[in-house]
Each structure stands twice: as structure tokens, then as C-alpha cells.
């Protein structure tokens, strides 16, 4: 069965420092492997993928990941943290078949302060 | 990048009745579109995948009867909650995708059984 988790319920950073915010998973087979933001009462907006290739995603507003195969990982990161990136973080798994169900992961609060 | 639209953003209901929410592709043709329950401070959960002119596969413990959905068009899928009550309130959120791409997602509905 496929699963993900995303350890951390909140991550703290200060404005300007680096953030990182984790996500592990399990899937039969090669996955397809995704981060979303969602901002409150809003649906989910799509940041980045890593479906084949090299290692190192970049997506949306500065935000990377960086895909690791043997840990399993697929951690979301960005160099420089800005205020407005506060919002709830999803990391989310897929396999390599028709169905393209999306587990998600339980999300992470983001808390950028100034 | 692609737009997923869904309607009413927020409604309130009375015990009993039902409500349909809607869910449109807008500059694409939706091959598969998902719907999604998610609870406060919690993850999504897949509800049901459908595709456009057939039955709605819906995920283990989803009562079929009570949550039905539509998927006539390529641009548009609804789900209707009959007999609602307050356990039902619930933010709901569509997802759509044509093939080849990732899925897109609606920017949700908030659910309010009174």
C-alpha cells in the first residue's frame, strides 16, 4: 500500500533562513511524487513534481526537492524563507499507473515569522 | 497552468437535505477528475475517482449512496451529498487532470449541515 508521511505537524523558521520541510514514503514501484501549499479555506496549488530524471526538483515561487531513492525522501526546501510562504504544506505519492490516486501526507504547518 | 473551478465556494445546509457542489475544468478537458474530503486540521482523503461517461470508483468505507457522483461532461463533475447531516460537514475539494499532466485542484467547498 502506498503511504506517505510528513513528521513534523509545524516547522518554525525565521524569515531569510533556509526552510526544509520533510516528507518520506512507501510505494510499490517507481512513484510519481508531489508538493502542494494550501492557503485556508483555499484548495490545494501545485508547487513541484518529480516523476523521473534528476534528483533535484525546482517548482513554484523558489521552492525545490530534492528526490531521494535510497532514504526514501522527497524533502521540500528553499533557500531563503519568506512570510508569505506560511501556509499548510502536502507532500503526496502517486505510482506509475493508470489510476493516479494521490495519497497525501498529513501536512505541515509552515510558520515563517518576520 | 490549468484552472479547476468549484461551486458554491461555501454553503449551509439544513439536516435532510441534499447539495450539489460543482466542479469544472475551464481551459482543459478533464480525462479524470477526484473529490476529496478533508477534515480540520487534517489531510485529504480520496473520496472517489471519476472518469467522463462512467461509474465513479469510490474508495473503501465512501458510501456510494450518500455522496453520489456525476461525471457527464469532460469539463464537469458534481457531487451531491443526499440526506445530509452534520457529521457531513466537511471541506470538500475536486481535483481534475487530462493525461500527461498533473492533477489541478478546485479551490474547495466548505460543507455546513446545520
Known amino acids: 500500500a502506498q503511504s506517505v508521511a510528513q513528521p513534523e505537524d509545524q516547522v518554525n523558521v525565521a524569515e531569510g533562513n533556509p526552510l526544509t520541510v520533510k516528507c518520506t514514503y512507501s510505494?510499490?514501484?517507481?512513484?510519481?511524487l508531489f508538493w502542494y501549499v494550501q492557503y485556508p479555506n483555499r484548495g490545494l496549488q501545485f508547487l513541484l513534481k518529480?516523476?523521473?530524471?534528476?534528483?533535484l526538483v525546482k517548482g513554484s515561487y523558489g521552492f525545490e526537492a530534492e528526490f531521494n531513492k535510497s532514504q526514501t525522501s522527497f524533502h521540500l526546501k528553499k533557500p531563503s524563507a519568506l512570510v508569505s510562504d506560511s501556509a499548510l504544506y502536502f507532500c503526496?505519492?502517486?505510482?506509475?499507473?493508470?489510476?493516479?490516486?494521490?495519497?497525501f501526507g498529513s501536512g505541515t504547518r509552515l510558520l515563517v515569522r518576520p | 497552468g490549468a484552472v479547476v473551478s468549484q461551486h458554491p465556494s461555501r454553503v449551509i445546509c439544513k439536516s435532510g437535505t441534499s447539495v450539489k457542489i460543482e466542479c469544472r475544468s475551464l481551459?482543459?478537458?478533464?480525462?479524470?477528475m477526484f473529490w476529496y474530503r478533508q477534515f480540520p486540521k487534517q489531510s485529504l482523503m480520496l473520496m472517489a475517482t471519476?472518469?467522463?461517461?462512467?461509474?465513479?470508483?469510490?474508495e473503501q468505507g465512501v458510501e456510494k449512496d450518500k455522496f453520489l457522483i456525476n461525471h457527464a461532461s469532460l469539463t464537469l463533475s458534481t457531487l451531491t451529498v443526499t440526506s445530509a447531516h452534520p457529521e457531513d460537514s466537511s471541506f470538500y475539494i475536486c481535483?481534475?487532470?487530462?493525461?500527461?499532466?498533473?492533477?489541478?485542484f478546485g479551490q474547495g467547498t466548505r460543507l455546513t449541515v446545520v
Open positions: 481535483s481534475a487532470k487530462r493525461v500527461g499532466t498533473e492533477a489541478f
Open positions: 510505494v510499490s514501484g517507481n512513484p510519481y
Open positions: 518529480y516523476i523521473t530524471g534528476d534528483n
Open positions: 503526496a505519492v502517486t505510482r506509475m499507473d493508470s489510476s493516479y490516486k494521490l495519497i
Open positions: 481551459d482543459f478537458q478533464a480525462t479524470t
Open positions: 471519476s472518469n467522463e461517461g462512467s461509474k465513479a470508483t469510490y
